[in-house]
């Protein structure tokens, strides 16, 4: 643990809009590197900032030509510079952009443009048949594959040059709408959460004013989440470093080996997956024992000030690029034995919380300060308060800021139920303890037994998981009773007693008193999240 107490905010420039976030340094940063993709097996392609700043005036220019202005825009497709270009050529001359989820049917796509009013749908090649399926009914929308981007790069270039400047003269405002985003939660109905310039600005301000990101980073997770766009592209916009797109996970090792990547953004389910390979391959090469032991040597070394964990575990980072110092982690809780075994290796994985409605980030650790169990510390232009705490201090998480929407679009009432005097109800139970933020459940999930006692069942859902042979688990109240539905492809009776082993270590209120087992996998979200109910 190390105290978060009176930490310092790294000084970054203020920025209010995301004209002014791609504007604000040039031209003394043209010549970085902005962006870096391959294309084929052997070729990388580098995008400066100049050129990436060029081509968001070309391909706003070729929108405002073609009538294009106070629309909303939709984008659909893996990871792309294209995608990026589109984000920004959209917000910044006035329209709304719309990121879809690519992994929606083509039926709900077509309700998300419905819904949101789209009259553009900007799309990657790899879904042309999905555009050709909505195309064949939707005559409502003008389709954009992204396979035309040079060609209408081109146009807008030779536009500007004969001096059309309607979208480079396009004034942006603070309060202007610069996103709608679909949320994927577990329970309910995906509402569009609107976003304005400023909530996007501001938390890309509040992220680099937590972390230090130097060298480059390979962006991974889905562009159309809030956490790896506000964070793995906005903020490292503002920090002018380079950016890796790494289109599709298949390609996620070999692309940190190219990127070498010295932080990264990413979701529980990828570092763990990144730390069990790390324990497969030692094991397959019969190093494991040896791993061991170095971990703990290393550990006590560190314990009493001294810090030789890079140089020992050098071929374990250099399966990561060789130079990677920490991995933001948001999306859903992640155990601790995850943080801490990385941590032996010289890798800091700093877990924060956050939520779409607030832009997403509300709190972190931070890679110098942390608190080992928590989420750190509210972010900077950020406060939270914990409702109606319980004797333990939990109570619903509320959050009042910069970062909180403007609303969820078209929906007046859902707008007017997540607000309670104008603090954003979270609907995450946590608590908050001198200056630091706990997460414990979600308040559509606890389970309120007859004696009155409400149990959150993420903290018993991540003991479970802690268990071998489980390999997905969902807690919940059944006839009074704690219910543990398990699906494993493991030894049941040794999971059996288990469970009856972690029992013994709970109080009896919250012990499990049911155990069923599934023979197939939960329904998920897009975002691989076990739906409830």
Request: net charge neutral; proline share 3%; aromatic share 10%.
């Amino acid at each position: 643990m190390k105290k978060l107490k009176n930490y310092p905010l790294y000084p970054i420039t203020e920025i209010s809009t995301l004209k002014e976030l791609i504007y604000f340094d040039t031209p003394k940063s043209n010549d970085k590197t902005a962006f870096m993709y391959s294309k084929g097996k052997k070729s990388t392609v580098n995008i400066t900032y100049g050129q990436f700043i060029h081509d968001i005036e070309c391909f706003g220019t070729f929108l405002y030509a073609n009538g294009i202005k106070d629309n909303h825009i939709a984008v659909l497709g893996e990871n792309s510079y294209e995608w990026i270009l589109t984000y920004f050529a959209t917000a910044l001359g006035g329209n709304v952009i719309v990121p879809i989820d690519k992994d929606l049917s083509v039926e709900e796509i077509n309700n998300v443009l419905s819904e949101a009013d789209c009259s553009v749908l900007v799309y990657s090649d790899t879904y042309s048949d999905v555009a050709d399926e909505l195309g064949a009914s939707r005559t409502d929308i003008t389709f954009i594959n992204m396979r035309q981007m040079p060609k209408l790069l081109e146009i807008g270039r030779g536009l500007t040059e004969s001096g059309s400047r309607d979208f480079l003269d396009h004034r942006v405002s603070t309060d202007d709408l610069a996103a709608i985003v679909y949320t994927s939660g577990t329970t309910g109905i995906s509402k569009g959460v609107m976003l304005t310039h400023s909530n996007i600005a501001s938390n890309a301000v509040a992220a680099c004013k937590n972390v230090r990101a130097e060298g480059s980073t390979v962006c991974a997770l889905p562009l159309h989440h809030t956490f790896p766009f506000t964070l793995g592209i906005c903020a490292i916009l503002l920090y002018r470093q380079p950016i890796y797109i790494n289109k599709s996970l298949k390609n996620f090792a070999d692309d940190m080996l190219k990127a070498q990547p010295s932080y990264m953004f990413l979701v529980p389910m990828v570092v763990e997956t990144m730390y069990k390979k790390v324990w497969a391959t030692a094991r397959e090469q019969k190093k494991d024992k040896a791993l061991k032991w170095l971990i703990k040597v290393s550990n006590f070394l560190y314990s009493i000030g001294i810090d030789i964990r890079r140089r020992l575990f050098r071929s374990v980072l250099d399966a990561f690029g060789g130079k990677l110092d920490w991995v933001s982690c948001g999306g859903a809780a992640i155990d601790e034995k995850y943080i801490k075994g990385f941590r032996s290796f010289g890798v800091n994985i700093i877990n924060g919380y956050g939520i779409t409605e607030c832009s997403p980030i509300v709190a972190s650790n931070r890679p110098e300060f942390w608190v080992d169990g928590s989420v750190g510390v509210v972010v900077y232009g950020c406060e939270v308060k914990i409702d109606d705490p319980n004797g333990d201090g939990e109570g619903e998480i509320l959050v009042k800021g910069s970062g909180v929407m403007k609303g969820y679009y078209k929906n007046d009432a859902a707008t007017k139920a997540a607000f309670k005097d104008g603090w954003f109800k979270t609907g995450d139970i946590g608590r908050y303890e001198n200056g630091v933020l706990f997460i414990t459940g979600r308040t559509k999930n606890v389970i309120v037994l007859s004696n009155g006692k409400n149990i959150y069942p993420e903290e018993l859902e991540l003991l479970l998981y802690r268990i071998d042979g489980i390999d997905e688990c969902m807690v919940y109240g059944e006839n009074g009773l704690i219910t543990a539905e398990i699906y494993s492809r493991g030894d049941r009776e040794a999971i059996e007693e288990k469970i009856h082993e972690l029992n013994r270590s709970l109080p009896p209120y919250k012990q499990i008193s049911k155990i069923k087992f599934r023979d197939s996998e939960f329904p998920k979200t897009t975002t691989k999240k076990i739906k409830r109910g």
